[in-house]
């Protein structure tokens, strides 16, 4: 299942230049790269002549040429030259995405081009605001992308597949947890009062007793999951907005399906605690990646297992309410992007 | 303290559901207002055994939560 009509993030910004670049999303092979004055262009990555991918071909000026048979195609996809032919047929062109540049990451609109408004691009200016500190990176999934919104929907994980860095039992064993759900949102609040800090908070935040430790995760259709996290020393006000003496961060994450089983994972880590000290950045960084590379081991071995048997049962637990609710919009979402794509088909 | 949840529905203005609790002992617990004796009396409802009174929202946050 995939949703078309929104924004994803294709490729970080630096992924992106004068060399063309690959990459699947949503089952459509694109190929990307940055026109002379630098600006992202998106192009499906299939030659119109005999479907090399576009990705193998070079830059002339702001034009492709494919690496075959040297056709050559504009930043709108139309090709302008064929090598031996004045004549080029009308059909000699390729799809063109709309592309935006924004907060370290260039996205792409996979629908309507006619309903691409960069209004709706999700807010992750964390990445690129000066009052934080912030590092991203990307991952390769061999999962379907919903397994990963589901993980980060569910912080109990934590205590059992990052017990080295950011788990510990009390998430599991002692948190109030709150979902809020409005039509096309979840929020999930969950606060673990008066227990030890995890190992990763006590390298960073230097904690010595124990804390007041807070995770709010803020879902964003289709695939966007915004963390806030950070602990302060227990009793010191933090369920009543008092953040003194600790620590606070933003875990940023979007999800872009490349296909029904694997997908690209871009995240990225921010602190709005010293915040130029780049030493503290990479130290953070580095335990959460820790972290992720084990979440990645667990969505791998997920779709293995799922795809031993089509649509087995499983059985949800009180700690799922986020997920379901995630789950629920997403279904609804999808039906309603199919009914007006029937509908369009119909008239 | 022990892991519970609650959930909280929220329609397109912004208005809140009162709250739905799923607890560690496996109880589904609704936040609403006791129904007095003078009421019970007073719709013709059964004198015995507990009751609460919810809004509307609530169903619906029943409906499409749980």
Redesign the interface.
Known sequence: MFLRNYWYVAASDSEIGRKPFGRLILNEPIVFFRTEDGAPVALEDRCAHRHLPLSMGKLVGDRLQCHYHGLQYDTAGRCVRIPGQDQIPSTAKVKSYPVVERHRWVWIWMGDPALADPAKITDFHWLDDPDWGAKSSYLHVKSNWQLVVDNLLDLTHLAFVHETTIGNAAL????????????NNVVVTRWI?DQPAPPTFVKVGGFTSNVDRWQIIDFVPPAFLRLDVGATPTGTGAPEGKRVGGITMRNLNAITPETEKTSHYFWGQAHDFDVKNAELTNKIFEQIQTAFYEDVAVFSAQQRSLDLVADPPQVDI??D?GV??AR?ILDRLHDEEQAALHASAAE | MKFRVELVWKDDDETAASSIYLTADGRVILQGAAVSREERERLALPADGAMISVDRRLIRAIKDML
């Open positions: 599991a064993e002692h948190a109030v947890v709150k979902v809020t759900r409005a039509p009062i009180n700690a309410t379901i609710q629920r």
